[in-house]
């Protein structure tokens, strides 16, 4: 990038800082799919000024291996595709106006204004309305589900999740959603899955089987906070929304906060750093809520998957080495499995593998934490899509995305029922 150009960065820049206020609006932001295609590209588009990496999530994962989906402002937009084109780095726009496909994602929300949507599953819904969902939905079906408080997030909120069984002595499968707030899919799909799962009890074979051998644990929203903010402050939100003395910015990346390699390869000690885990150790009270429940429920927990989007794949442990897991022969049986039954609803590809290799390096997540204090079977699943929409998957999307994903957890559900028969 030549002077001229980084001088026309800086004073968009400045011009955005005196005047971007109130709810943030990405009118005219891009996000762009870029192919580096040498180390020399690499770490230019590393350098890009302003940029969202989506996919890496961070700009030290980017190689040459894969595409790289990173947003750009709209005040910077035109000199980083010159400079990208001066580099002779190609490109191609991913999503041309990134406010139109947010507000496309709740066009359907709008369009029912004034209607009941508590219980509308085709719809995105924030914290208010996901709350009043799981009282309601544990009122419905008194004799299977409980609905608890998990924990008080760090702006006030009550953390519940739902425990649905038949038997309290059966083994368990965690299920939790929205470790990062912006992955509007991952309560969503939390929500569909509940709904199909009651449903199916006693009319569905498989969900009856698997109910009656299984108990249930579901946290539609572990970071209330953040999620709460991508609703009515900034979309793209990502982290916690708390602030600690000495931190610049807001937020630490809950799936970087749990004891699991914590601080290592994969996070960063910036609080403005999208990866920023935090003073310490679960310094969220969101996660150690979580990590708490998890430890004192370790004996029967089988199986803990972590919902979150995008890329289509499932991740196993352990995500902060390069050295195979030592049951990866099993974790990778099983996910597998889950792959195949996601294929055969709608022709969706997953695939999956030990996360280190499959997707980057992650210290202080969540799958790790569980599986290394003995959860046999753990993992990241990465639901829709691999770019097109990214993080903004459109309304049209839940349903097909509640399908398939379904069909995942009642495989994920089997293994874990296998795990508990045949453990030593």
Same mark, same amino acid.
């Given at each position: 990038?030549?002077?001229?150009?980084?001088? @026309?960065?800086?004073?968009?820049?400045?011009? !955005?800082?005196?005047?971007?206020?109130? @709810?943030?609006?990405?009118?005219?932001?891009?996000?762009?799919?870029?192919?580096?295609?040498?180390?020399?590209?690499?770490?230019?588009?590393?350098?890009?000024?302003?940029?969202?990496?989506?996919?890496?999530?961070?700009?030290?994962?980017?190689?040459?291996?894969?595409?790289?989906?990173?947003?750009?402002?709209?005040?910077?937009? &035109?000199? +980083?595709?010159?400079?990208?084109?001066?580099?002779?780095?190609?490109? @191609?726009?991913?999503?041309? $106006?990134?406010?139109?496909?947010?507000?496309?994602?709740?066009? &359907?929300?709008?369009?029912?204004?004034?209607?009941?949507?508590?219980?509308?599953?085709?719809?995105?819904?924030?914290?208010?309305?996901?709350?009043?969902?799981?009282? $309601?939905?544990?009122?419905?079906?008194?004799?299977?589900?409980?609905?608890?408080?998990?924990?008080?997030?760090?702006?006030?909120?009550?953390?519940?999740?739902?425990?649905?069984?038949?038997?309290?002595?059966?083994?368990?499968?965690?299920?939790?959603?929205?470790?990062?707030?912006?992955?509007?899919?991952?309560?969503?799909?939390?929500?569909?899955?509940?709904?199909?799962?009651?449903?199916?009890?006693?009319?569905?074979?498989?969900?009856?089987?698997?109910?009656?051998?299984?108990?249930?644990?579901?946290?539609?929203?572990?970071?209330?906070?953040?999620?709460?903010? *991508?609703?009515?402050?900034?979309?793209?939100?990502?982290?916690?929304?708390?602030?600690?003395?000495?931190?610049?910015?807001?937020?630490?990346?809950?799936?970087?906060?749990?004891?699991?390699?914590?601080?290592?390869?994969? %996070?960063?000690?910036?609080? !403005?750093?999208?990866?920023?885990?935090? =003073?310490?150790?679960?310094?969220?009270?969101?996660?150690?809520?979580?990590?708490?429940?998890?430890?004192?429920?370790? %004996?029967?927990?089988?199986?803990?998957?972590?919902?979150?989007?995008? *890329?289509?794949?499932?991740?196993?442990?352990?995500?902060?080495?390069?050295?195979?897991?030592?049951?990866?022969?099993?974790?990778?049986?099983?996910?597998?499995?889950?792959?195949?039954?996601?294929?055969?609803?709608?022709?969706?590809?997953?695939?999956?593998?030990?996360?280190? %290799?499959?997707?980057?390096?992650?210290?202080? &997540? %969540?799958?790790?934490?569980?599986?290394?204090?003995?959860?046999?079977?753990?993992?990241?699943?990465?639901?829709? $899509?691999? &770019?097109?929409?990214?993080?903004?998957?459109?309304?049209?999307?839940?349903? =097909?995305?509640? +399908?398939?994903?379904?069909?995942?957890?009642?495989?994920?559900? $089997?293994?874990?029922?296998?795990?508990?028969?045949?453990?030593?």
């Amino acid at each position: 990038m030549n002077m001229s150009t980084w001088i @026309k960065v800086a004073l968009g820049i400045v011009l !955005c800082l005196t005047q971007c206020h109130g @709810k943030k609006d990405y009118s005219g932001d891009q996000v762009l799919t870029i192919y580096p295609a040498s180390e020399e590209q690499v770490k230019f588009v590393q350098r890009l000024p302003e940029a969202d990496f989506w996919s890496p999530k961070y700009a030290e994962e980017v190689n040459i291996e894969k595409p790289v989906d990173v947003l750009i402002p709209r005040h910077v937009l &035109g000199n +980083v595709k010159e400079s990208l084109g001066e580099e002779d780095i190609s490109y @191609k726009v991913m999503i041309e $106006d990134v406010q139109a496909a947010m507000d496309n994602q709740v066009k &359907g929300r709008m369009s029912r204004a004034g209607h009941e949507l508590v219980h509308d599953y085709n719809v995105y819904h924030p914290v208010e309305e996901i709350e009043q969902w799981m009282a $309601d939905i544990s009122a419905e079906y008194p004799s299977l589900v409980t609905y608890e408080q998990l924990g008080v997030s760090t702006e006030g909120r009550n953390m519940h999740m739902m425990t649905i069984s038949t038997n309290p002595d059966n083994p368990a499968i965690l299920i939790d959603c929205t470790f990062h707030a912006r992955e509007w899919i991952s309560p969503a799909f939390c929500q569909c899955f509940t709904r199909n799962l009651l449903e199916g009890y006693g009319t569905d074979p498989l969900f009856t089987k698997q109910l009656n051998s299984l108990t249930y644990y579901i946290i539609p929203l572990i970071n209330p906070d953040g999620y709460k903010y *991508s609703w009515d402050e900034e979309r793209l939100w990502r982290k916690t929304r708390s602030k600690y003395e000495g931190d610049e910015c807001y937020g630490t990346d809950a799936n970087r906060n749990c004891d699991a390699n914590y601080g290592g390869e994969g %996070s960063s000690g910036d609080s !403005c750093s999208i990866t920023y885990r935090g =003073p310490y150790v679960e310094s969220e009270p969101e996660v150690k809520a979580f990590a708490d429940f998890t430890r004192a429920h370790l %004996s029967k927990i089988m199986a803990y998957v972590s919902v979150h989007s995008y *890329s289509q794949l499932v991740v196993l442990p352990r995500s902060y080495t390069g050295v195979p897991t030592p049951t990866l022969d099993v974790l990778m049986k099983y996910a597998k499995q889950a792959a195949d039954e996601i294929y055969r609803v709608h022709g969706t590809v997953y695939t999956y593998g030990q996360g280190s %290799s499959s997707l980057y390096f992650v210290s202080g &997540g %969540s799958k790790d934490f569980a599986y290394d204090i003995g959860v046999p079977w753990t993992c990241t699943l990465e639901l829709r $899509d691999t &770019g097109e929409y990214g993080f903004l998957l459109p309304e049209d999307q839940i349903e =097909p995305v509640c +399908v398939e994903t379904t069909a995942a957890l009642r495989s994920f559900s $089997d293994a874990a029922i296998e795990l508990w028969l045949n453990r030593d």
